[in-house]
């Protein structure tokens, strides 16, 4: 990140995004939003205002109010007598043993001393763990005597403040105390507030910049090392955000057994710790899948992005609310005359053959998968020696041109690369090219007709190398906080729709693997990932959990994915979540995936009483001739047994509108089970 900003856009000649709108100061407490407690949490809870959860306080079956103050009472009174008989039993039996003879008045002291707290110790312990006093004191004689000090502190299980704080004392302490200083009397947004301090983890790592960070405040203010589009804010952003912990707010864990002890009647939170091991949403189509997952991620990256902290791709059709436009840095549309930047087909990888590989794999439908091998090889062939000859990647007319077999395009092909010196190689490529064109298992044909999708006149400009057309972005270009929103022509195109999916999610996944700068977090939202999945972006999801990367798929059914798919895509991502209404047979592979646990099982067994003599039995009898029933005696086992954490029958049927069933695992292999979250709190 360069502190004058030549990150992003200006580094990959993008320009400003069109359409940014001016940036309206918003009353913003710094001091007191900088200085809130964040406590150090389980994965997924909010950190930001956090509450005490009282319920992992207490056991899952609390003991009624009465039998417990009762225990505790009764306990407390055999406990004084203990304690007196108990002292005095220890000095009757020292004195039996003489041990009290020569003692004078000071050591007499000290042994009655030592002897009353030897015993009241023992019998603390002892009838405090019978009468279970540690929890009447945290269930009353504790919230009681805090009523009692203070009208004032907060009540139980409230996070207090930390007061009033110095949110630039960093700069201050570091030497840049001008800039601290005139910071205090400016306006500053969160968003501002997390840029300049992560500005400033660069200058403490290369001193040398410290002149360039003061004058870029003095100059600038609040809107110092701003991200090259120069919005410090989300229009109409929500306030489900906290920048300095990176999370965003999704909903309220629900009080139920189900949930973790921890995680009940909390805040549930996502953070890049979390999307670095990618998330997989299922759910059928209107159970807010993308109101309650996909926007608000999608906006938590944008805001990232502003903060210099993240780069967001967003994928998904026209129609879906994805954010408006001026949410993002490059808005991608095929299709939309109107669209200001293309796409590169070819923009992720380094490599030419690994290029031609990653298109080959988007243009092939996965009923054709099967063809995957020599579709790649015959694109390489293609792609190589084009490369090689005109020092460019093809357009989409050109290569299909050249994988169907016109003549034109094969001769002046060939003459180019006779031109050039040095490319045996790619010559022997296209001979061989050219001898398996025509014949029956040539995949040539099936990708020009696949590619002829793709040249269509709605998509003119949209893919360079054809003609002079719009900008394009490359996937490479995820070094910068960019924010990428990809449109994609579901209604009007449905088939190259799919296509695009598969070629920018695997470019994606291919460049998220290679960037140099992964101090950035990069994010990936797809919005509809049946079409975007495939065996190399399975396999490459699990690579990006190193790579400072993740990404976040939702799929409406795993029928969508073909059956190789489902397991390993099960495997490859760290968190899953379950919408209302999945199919039982997806809910099967989500059950699978968390597992069971022990719970405790209370059976009641009825018998008919034989007990006793002759005189109980004629009494059984003539109650059993007065009444109609039988007498019966009653037995209560109880026992551990594994049962699944959610069963697929309850993920189909059992869960909310509203609601969602997720699982975590973060980097670092921290897993937290299944939670049953409200998503519209």
Same mark, same amino acid.
């Given at each position: 990140?360069?502190?004058?900003?030549?990150?992003?856009?200006?580094?990959?000649?993008?320009?400003? @995004?069109?359409?940014?709108?001016?940036?309206?100061?918003?009353?913003?407490?710094?001091?007191?939003?900088?200085?809130?407690?964040?406590?150090?949490?389980?994965?997924?809870?909010?950190?930001?205002?956090?509450?005490?959860?009282?319920?992992?306080?207490?056991? @899952?079956?609390?003991?009624?109010?009465?039998?417990?103050?009762?225990?505790?009472?009764?306990?407390?009174?055999?406990?004084?007598?203990?304690?007196?008989?108990?002292?005095?039993?220890?000095?009757?039996?020292? &004195?039996?043993?003489?041990?009290?003879?020569?003692?004078?008045?000071?050591?007499?002291?000290?042994?009655?001393?030592?002897?009353?707290?030897?015993? @009241?110790?023992?019998?603390?312990?002892?009838?405090?763990?019978? &009468?279970?006093?540690?929890?009447?004191?945290?269930?009353?004689?504790?919230?009681?005597?805090?009523?009692?000090?203070?009208?004032?502190?907060?009540?139980?299980?409230?996070?207090?403040?930390?007061?009033?704080?110095?949110?630039?004392?960093?700069?201050?302490?570091?030497?840049?105390?001008?800039?601290?200083?005139?910071?205090?009397?400016?306006?500053?947004?969160?968003?501002?507030?997390?840029?300049?301090?992560?500005?400033?983890?660069?200058?403490?790592? =290369?001193? =040398?910049?410290?002149?360039?960070?003061? =004058?870029?405040?003095?100059?600038?203010?609040?809107?110092?090392?701003?991200?090259?589009?120069?919005?410090?804010?989300?229009?109409?952003?929500?306030?489900?955000?906290?920048?300095?912990?990176?999370?965003?707010?999704?909903?309220?864990?629900?009080?139920?057994?189900?949930?973790?002890?921890?995680?009940?009647?909390?805040?549930?939170?996502?953070?890049?710790?979390?999307?670095?091991?990618?998330?997989l949403a299922v759910g059928p189509a209107g159970t807010g899948k993308t109101a309650g997952l996909a926007r608000p991620l999608a906006e938590a990256l944008c805001l990232q992005a502003l903060a210099g902290t993240a780069c967001a791709v967003v994928i998904g059709g026209a129609e879906a609310d994805l954010g408006p436009d001026d949410w993002y840095d490059v808005v991608i549309a095929p299709g939309d005359p109107a669209s200001p930047y293309g796409l590169d087909l070819f923009g992720a990888a380094a490599e030419v053959d690994e290029a031609a590989a990653r298109l080959a794999d988007a243009l092939l439908p996965d009923e054709l998968s099967l063809r995957a091998e020599s579709a790649r090889a015959a694109l390489q062939q293609t792609v190589g020696p084009f490369h090689a000859a005109y020092g460019r990647y093809p357009g989409v007319r050109e290569l299909r041109e050249l994988l169907g077999g016109e003549p034109g395009s094969w001769a002046a092909l060939r003459q180019a690369l006779a031109d050039a010196d040095g490319m045996t190689a790619h010559q022997s490529d296209l001979?061989?090219?050219?001898?398996?064109? &025509?014949?029956?298992?040539?995949? &040539?044909?099936?990708?020009?007709?696949?590619?002829?999708?793709?040249?269509?006149?709605?998509?003119?400009?949209?893919?360079?190398?054809?003609?002079?057309?719009?900008?394009?972005?490359?996937?490479?270009?995820?070094?910068?906080?960019?924010?990428?929103?990809?449109?994609?022509? =579901?209604?009007?195109?449905?088939?190259?729709?799919?296509?695009?999916?598969?070629?920018?999610?695997?470019?994606?996944?291919?460049?998220?693997?290679?960037?140099?700068?992964?101090?950035?977090?990069?994010?990936l939202v797809v919005d509809d990932a049946s079409a975007a999945l495939d065996a190399h972006v399975v396999r490459g999801l699990q690579r990006m959990r190193g790579a400072n990367a993740g990404a976040v798929l939702l799929l409406r059914t795993l029928v969508d994915l073909p059956e190789n798919l489902r397991t390993a895509l099960f495997g490859a991502v760290g968190c899953r979540m379950a919408f209302p209404g999945i199919a039982p047979w997806d809910g099967r592979l989500f059950s699978e995936a968390w597992g069971t646990h022990l719970i405790r099982e209370t059976a009641v067994t009825h018998a008919p009483d034989t007990s006793g003599g002759a005189f109980r039995r004629a009494g059984r009898l003539a109650r059993k001739a007065l009444s109609g029933t039988t007498a019966q005696t009653e037995s209560v086992t109880v026992r551990d047994v594994e049962r699944h954490r959610w069963s697929p029958s309850d993920l189909a049927h059992a869960l909310p509108t509203g609601h969602a069933v997720i699982s975590l695992t973060t980097v670092t292999g921290e897993q937290v089970p299944p939670v049953l979250v409200d998503l519209r709190s």
């Open positions: 990140m360069g502190l004058d900003g030549t990150y992003g856009q200006r580094a990959v000649g993008l320009g400003k @995004a069109p359409g940014v709108p001016p940036q309206r100061p918003v009353p913003f407490d710094l001091t007191a939003w900088a200085g809130e407690l964040r406590p150090e949490l389980e994965p997924g809870i909010y950190r930001l205002n956090h509450r005490q959860n009282a319920v992992a306080d207490r056991e @899952a079956a609390a003991v009624p109010a009465a039998p417990l103050l009762l225990r505790a009472a009764l306990n407390l009174v055999v406990a004084w007598f203990a304690y007196l008989y108990g002292v005095q039993l220890v000095f009757w039996v020292a &004195g039996l043993l003489g041990l009290l003879d020569d003692l004078d008045s000071t050591t007499a002291v000290i042994a009655l001393l030592a002897v009353n707290i030897a015993v @009241a110790i023992g019998v603390i312990k002892l009838f405090g763990r019978m &009468g279970r006093w540690p929890e009447v004191w945290r269930r009353w004689v504790g919230p009681l005597l805090a009523r009692t000090v203070t009208q004032e502190e907060p009540a139980e299980g409230v996070a207090a403040p930390t007061g009033p704080t110095d949110p630039w004392e960093r700069l201050r302490q570091g030497g840049a105390p001008l800039a601290a200083q005139l910071l205090d009397r400016q306006p500053v947004s969160d968003v501002d507030y997390v840029r300049i301090q992560r500005a400033w983890e660069t200058v403490l790592g =290369e001193p =040398e910049l410290m002149a360039a960070f003061t =004058e870029q405040v003095t100059a600038r203010g609040a809107a110092a090392c701003a991200h090259p589009s120069e919005a410090r804010d989300l229009t109409g952003r929500s306030p489900r955000h906290d920048l300095l912990t990176r999370q965003v707010r999704l909903g309220t864990a629900q009080d139920v057994l189900k949930n973790p002890p921890t995680h009940r009647a909390t805040g549930f939170a996502l953070d890049p710790a979390l999307l670095g091991t990618s998330l001979q061989h090219r050219e001898r398996q064109h &025509g014949r029956a298992d040539d995949p &040539g044909a099936l990708l020009a007709d696949r590619l002829a999708l793709l040249d269509r006149p709605a998509f003119a400009g949209c893919f360079p190398g054809d003609a002079p057309g719009k900008p394009a972005f490359a996937m490479r270009a995820l070094d910068h906080p960019l924010r990428v929103r990809v449109k994609l022509p =579901e209604l009007s195109h449905p088939e190259a729709a799919r296509m695009l999916s598969r070629l920018v999610t695997g470019q994606f996944v291919q460049a998220a693997g290679a960037r140099r700068e992964r101090a950035l977090f990069a994010g």
